[in-house]
């Protein structure tokens, strides 16, 4: 399990504990705290754990509206405390998080609920996280490290084609 996903594992029980304990304010260092100790204690995250959590406590009321907009039809209080965590922790991430890329945003969130959800719960995180991603790219509103990412698979691209018509040239000079 590589380290960004684990400290992602244990910022989702940390966001289940608070949300199942009602949001009690305080208390979510102290939660973040105990759950490092009990699941990774020797784990260095270097406040990745704590940048997602205070990420999603700090934005929760836009993030759940975020949501609730991609998922009209779950009202967020209907939802199963665990795909409601996830996608808060997606949506934080799509949204508001500069250094990680949509895509990888997208699909972390899918293998939290492929590992913690129930059967239709990776369907259901990709299906609301991929609507608010496709809205982000029709309004233009793409993170810098998105547009980072598109540049070098458009070089990448650009490069694959160059090589292609080097080959035809070769193949054309040949008898």
């Not at 992602?8 to 949001?23: C, K, M, P």
């Not at 809205?135 to 458009?154: H, T």
Request: proline share 3%; charged share 25%.
């Amino acid at each position: 399990m590589s380290n960004r996903h684990l400290a992602r594992t244990i910022a989702l029980q940390t966001l289940y504990q608070w949300d199942f304990l009602g949001f009690p304010e305080g208390n979510i260092d102290d939660i973040i705290e105990y759950d490092r100790q009990e699941f990774a204690p020797n784990f260095n995250d270097a406040g990745f754990i704590v940048e997602l959590v205070h990420g999603v406590h700090d934005h929760l009321a836009d993030v759940d509206a975020v949501i609730v907009q991609f998922a009209p039809e779950w009202p967020i209080a209907n939802m199963t405390l665990i795909d409601r965590n996830i996608l808060r922790i997606g949506a934080y991430e799509l949204k508001y998080s500069q250094a990680v890329p949509s895509k990888v945003a997208i699909n972390e969130s899918i293998e939290l609920a492929k590992g913690f959800g129930g059967d239709a719960s990776g369907r259901f995180v990709n299906g609301v996280l991929g609507a608010i991603y496709k809205d982000m790219v029709e309004k233009g509103e793409l993170k810098e490290v998105d547009k980072e990412e598109k540049k070098e698979a458009q070089g990448a691209q650009e490069a694959q084609r160059a090589q292609g018509e080097e080959k035809q040239d070769v193949l054309s000079v040949l008898p």
